[in-house]
């Protein structure tokens, strides 16, 4: 009987059983995870504002996502049991589709429910993410899942206009002054989907960086910037394995940075002399470690040990330990080196972060006035300065014109008239490029010194 149905009427039986297992999927994982429904207040001038690390029951939405298939339900069942020759070339593809990588499978699958459950086709839309494509891009990453850290972002004219870290939860809206994004339309989809507002706004969401996490989350002191963090970790020459001494703990910002540097086999510890700090500090590298979780299906490595206390009186508990490199981010680094500096490992480099030059000067004050032996190598400050490149336009939004100097003056405005015809895409090459320093500039953040331990 089966047999006899028409291939149109065999696809979509095919579709049903592909849309009732992804289903099937996305409640385990709903099933799974504790969700707070509360929406997210944040922006990007107050910072990310949830605080609450998701539950650790957080076993991860994307491990099961990328586990092996379910067993076949009894409608799979019966349509794995019909002849070859009795499908249509629609439902063999369907099938062969079918023997792909289990966790390719599912990605093609979330993005064709998607598609399918607005009612729109992905041709109707051209943002809309293909099945195709999302089969060959996220194979590698699962679709966005409740509990991720993901931020959203519009620009216009190249200028980013709008840009919000939020966590994914069930129920939560997401609101800009360019309209509503309901979560439920983002869950499922591969990360940088662009997806349409209330008020049809394009905004591009993507799952946040470790740079977009340390810069957005909410914050106690200053934190060390993350161009700045990663020079330290250069000067330090921090690798997998090492142990190090971080101090003060602040919000957590170079903590995380350390952290990922160490990896699993390395450990951190972090020195905070405020208690308010040291509670900002974890809540953060817990929430950015339960996110992590629920966007790999593993654990980031639990390798920081947050301790408060102020420095200079921790001998007792640095006792034991032995650093392959020290990073100082306080005030007064020179009261805390006499403490540290026999805990560094000879030859190891202890990196300090001062916003103000003047403090740096205290610290060579401090160094030539305490027998201490270390030898300051370099004082530095890293300067990033964005650009911008962009085709020239004209005030009428044409774009401008390369004077070609082989062609008569009459004869190439001619030529140029008919080529910027608003329509056409103008061939590579013939477009000159506005480029220079974007006038919207981060301005001075620290003065990186870099003392290493030597053996006199
Ligand atoms: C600018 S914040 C550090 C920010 C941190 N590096 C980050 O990236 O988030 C400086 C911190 O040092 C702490 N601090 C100052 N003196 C200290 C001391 N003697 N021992 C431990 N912590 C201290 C302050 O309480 C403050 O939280």
């Not at 996305?26 to 929406?39: E, H, N, P, Q, V």
Request: aromatic letters at 4%; charged letters at 25%.
């Amino acid at each position: 009987m089966a047999a006899q149905m028409p291939s149109a009427g065999m696809a979509r039986v095919h579709r049903l059983l592909k849309i009732g297992t992804s289903c099937q999927r996305r409640l385990r994982c709903k099933d799974t995870i504790a969700f707070s429904t509360c929406s997210v207040k944040c922006n990007a001038s107050q910072g990310d504002s949830s605080d609450s690390p998701p539950s650790t029951g957080l076993a991860s939405g994307s491990a099961l996502l990328s586990r092996g298939r379910r067993p076949l339900s009894p409608l799979e069942r019966i349509s794995s049991l019909l002849a070859q020759e009795a499908l249509s070339p629609e439902v063999l593809q369907l099938r062969e589709r079918d023997h792909l990588d289990p966790e390719e499978d599912v990605n093609v699958r979330l993005s064709g429910t998607q598609g399918e459950e607005s009612g729109a086709t992905p041709e109707d839309d051209p943002e809309s993410p293909r099945a195709s494509d999302a089969a060959v891009v996220t194979s590698a990453w699962p679709p966005l899942a409740p509990g991720e850290l993901l931020v959203a972002e519009h620009r216009r004219k190249g200028r980013v206009e709008f840009r919000k870290m939020f966590e994914l939860q069930t129920g939560a809206r997401l609101g800009s002054s360019w309209g509503v994004i309901p979560h439920d339309d983002v869950a499922g989809r591969p990360a940088g989907s662009f997806v349409k507002t209330s008020r049809g706004v394009s905004i591009l969401v993507r799952r946040a960086s470790l740079e977009d996490y340390v810069l957005y989350m909410r914050r106690g002191p200053a934190i060390a910037y993350p161009k700045d963090a990663s020079a330290m970790l250069m000067m330090m020459d921090v690798t997998e394995g090492d142990c190090v001494l971080e101090s003060g703990s602040g919000s957590g910002a170079m903590s995380l940075f350390l952290s990922r540097a160490v990896g699993c086999k390395g450990s951190v510890l972090s020195v905070e002399v405020r208690e308010d700090h040291h509670k900002r500090s974890v809540l953060n590298y817990k929430r950015w470690r339960a996110s992590w979780s629920v966007r790999r299906g593993e654990e980031w490595p639990d390798n920081v040990r947050f301790h408060t206390g102020d420095l200079c009186e921790a001998s007792p508990l640095l006792a034991a330990h032995g650093f392959h490199a020290v990073a100082l981010d306080l005030p007064y680094p020179q009261l805390v080196l006499p403490t540290v500096v026999p805990h560094l490992h000879p030859g190891a480099v202890c990196a300090v972060y001062l916003a103000n030059i003047t403090q740096v000067i205290d610290l060579l004050e401090g160094l030539r006035c305490l027998p201490l032996p270390l030898l300051c190598e370099r004082i530095v400050e890293v300067p990033i300065r964005d650009w911008l490149v962009a085709p020239a336009l004209q005030k009428d939004g044409r774009h401008c014109v390369r004077r070609d100097p082989t062609l008569g003056r009459d004869q190439g405005e001619e030529a140029n008239a008919e080529e910027t015809s608003k329509e056409e895409q103008p061939a590579f090459g013939s477009i000159p490029y506005l480029a220079r320093p974007h006038p919207a500039q981060m301005s001075h953040t620290a003065f990186l010194v870099k003392l290493r331990k030597c053996v006199r």
